[in-house]
């Protein structure tokens, strides 16, 4: 049984490892938290299976073995020797011992579990990818983001089971991306449920009220080599910098078709939206760099998967390490 078991598990371990290749080498669409349910699920099996029916054959093997030693001393002790030879406890060990196919499954049990528990249900790190939320982050930033923050979701599927926080003005979310959910965006909730977001001519305005805006020393990008107008914006009681390039202008060009699209005005100084129920309207605080809903939409409360708040490292900037708004 035991060959039997080590090339099932062989077969499933280069399934995992196949799968890890082509992600990498993007041949696949890869999905990490489906695979590391599937690792949790095919572990957990192993995990079973050795407390209910490996370790304790394993464990009758040594009783055996240690029965049938005693046994043969009793019996050379009728016959006169005195002084048995043998010492059967490296067999013994040897018995006992996981083999690899174990130590590779049930063994790592309980760490894919907690990294699974953690990831899902707590916190998940993720890794800023591009400039869109400059200057609040920037490229290279490691974050964490609160999963439970906004209520607890079945992992993989995503459906909520308990309600926490609703989605504020002025909180970085992350969710996936509508156009392409195997993707995870990060932006700036701007509008909730009901609100009317206006972004004309480079202001922002809710509800007909517009956001206060205080203008800020020029912010230079290290990257791109250029300087960007920064300003600090402040959403329900929430302050934050974003910047604006005095070059681009207001008009929100090359914009899909995408749900409730009718609840928006498009002109050539901007957009207006009437944010539907159940959904949300985001904006990258790098304003003229950033593809968020002004092109595709709006975030269903379905696709969200978290409220980001802590940069946790920064290889190139270890200052980055903190909080943020």
Same mark, same amino acid.
């Given at each position: 049984?035991?060959?039997?078991? !080590? ?19 993007? =041949? ?5 938290? +489906? ?50 030879? !043998? @010492? ?57 983001? %609160?999963?439970?923050?906004? !209520? ?5 599927? %995503? ?11 002025? $909180? ?27 972004? +004309?001519?480079? *202001? +922002? ?12 020393? @020029? ?6 080599? *250029? ?17 604006? $390039?005095?070059?681009?202008? !207001? ?11 009718? %609840? ?20 990258? @605080? ?6 968020? =809903? ?32």
């Amino acid at each position: 049984m035991g060959a039997a078991m !080590g090339s099932i598990t062989a077969v499933i371990l280069t399934a995992f490892a196949g799968y890890a290749v082509a992600w990498y080498t993007g =041949s696949v669409e890869g999905n990490f938290a +489906l695979l590391l349910m599937l690792a949790v699920i095919v572990t957990g099996i192993y995990w079973v299976a050795e407390k209910l029916l490996f370790l304790p054959r394993r464990k009758q093997a040594a009783e055996r073995l240690v029965e049938e030693h005693q046994r043969r001393k009793e019996a050379l002790l009728k016959q006169g020797f005195s002084e048995v030879d !043998g @010492d059967i406890e490296p067999a013994r060990r040897q018995l006992l011992a996981q083999p690899w196919w174990l130590d590779w499954t049930a063994g790592l049990f309980p760490v894919i579990l907690a990294v699974f528990v953690l990831r899902s249900f707590l916190f998940e790190p993720f890794k800023i990818p591009s400039g869109s939320m400059i200057p609040t982050l920037r490229v290279g930033d490691l974050i964490l983001v %609160n999963k439970f923050h906004y !209520g607890l979701r079945l992992p993989v599927f %995503n459906t909520k089971l308990l309600s926490n926080h609703e989605p504020q003005r002025g $909180d970085v979310m992350v969710f996936r991306y509508p156009p392409q959910p195997s993707l995870d965006y990060i932006k700036r909730v701007i509008g909730v449920p009901g609100d009317e977001v206006a972004y +004309l001519n480079k *202001r +922002l305005s809710v509800n007909g009220q517009p956001v206060p805006t205080e203008a800020q020393p @020029d912010f230079f990008d290290g990257d791109s080599m *250029r300087y960007a107008k920064q300003f600090t914006e402040t959403l329900s009681d929430r302050q934050f910098n974003t910047l604006n $390039d005095e070059d681009r202008p !207001g008009f929100v060009p090359g914009t899909g078709a995408f749900p409730f699209k009718d %609840n928006c005005s498009y002109t050539v100084e901007g957009v207006v939206c009437k944010v539907p129920q159940g959904h949300y309207f985001v904006m990258g @605080d790098n304003r003229d760099n950033s593809l968020d =809903s002004r092109y595709w939409g709006f975030v269903p409360d379905a696709n969200i998967v978290g409220r980001a708040f802590f940069v946790w490292m920064n290889f190139g900037d270890l200052g980055r390490i903190g909080p943020f708004q």
